[in-house]
């Protein structure tokens, strides 16, 4: 099973609002990345966190890390139209001999709507 | 700098017919990754090279499947035979080293095969 998943799959708010997307992973990492995918493009990063960070700010977004719940929260406040996307979370493993690299959850689709 | 570059940004062929998908990273990137993304299986990695290199191929499904990085600035993605369930986006991405950094995706190489 992926190692990162989203909740919720499905998001739809007004504009203003604010949105929150989580994520749940299995086992520890080395940082925790947010990633953007509007339709029919590739993923844009969004922001990175550490495993010795508990929250991050960028602009509009706001991230936080509990290594000990190993979940991470995703915050767009303010939320525009041109925020309608769906956001994956993307965990990175300690060891970089681990047979998997980063891995991508399966996402959460925001409807910003106008 | 222009960003990954992946090319053909389209590709439609036949069954059997064999498929050749390109990627020029960022310079200075020392890690180049390919993904696979369908609505079934979500983002999968297929591939990872540092410093020209494959250190984990892992994720490619079948002998079908072969990538290459003959230079720090190119890799390609090839597929002989090509089979109907081959049929996804396919995303090229870089970084400067691991998953220690935030990917940059390229604009994905939408692939079907009839």
């Known amino acids: 099973s992926q190692q990162g998943e989203e909740d919720p799959q499905a998001l739809s708010i007004q504009e203003g609002e604010n949105a929150t997307m989580n994520c749940s992973y299995k086992?520890?990492?080395?940082?925790l990345q947010w990633y953007r995918q509007n339709s029919g493009r590739g993923l844009v990063h969004l922001i990175l966190?550490?495993?010795?960070?508990r929250e991050k700010h960028s602009g509009r977004l706001r991230v936080t890390l509990d290594t000990s719940k190993k979940s991470s929260s995703l915050l767009i406040t303010a939320s525009r139209a041109a925020d309608t996307a769906s956001y994956f979370c993307?965990?990175?493993?300690?060891?970089?001999?681990?047979?998997?690299?980063?891995?991508f959850g399966s996402g959460t689709q925001l409807t910003v709507l106008p | 700098d222009a960003g990954v570059i992946q090319s053909p940004r389209h590709e439609v062929t036949e069954m059997g017919q064999e498929v050749t998908l390109r990627c020029k990273p960022i310079?200075?990137?020392?890690?180049l990754f390919w993904y696979r993304q369908t609505m079934m299986r979500g983002l999968e990695l297929l591939i990872y090279?540092?410093?020209?290199?494959?250190?984990?191929d892992s994720g490619m499904p079948e002998d079908r499947f072969s990538a290459k990085m003959p230079n720090a600035s190119f890799s390609t993605l090839k597929i002989q035979p090509s089979e109907p369930r081959d049929s996804a986006v396919y995303f090229c991405?870089?970084?400067?080293?691991?998953?220690?950094?935030?990917?940059?995706f390229g604009p994905g190489t939408r692939l079907t095969v009839t």
């Open positions: 991405a870089s970084s400067l080293a691991g998953t220690a950094y935030e990917q940059y």
């Open positions: 086992t520890s990492i080395n940082n």
């Open positions: 966190i550490r495993s010795n960070e």
């Open positions: 993307a965990t990175g493993p300690i060891s970089s001999g681990s047979a998997r690299q980063l891995t």
């Open positions: 310079s200075g990137h020392n890690s």
């Open positions: 090279f540092n410093n020209n290199v494959p250190i984990d």
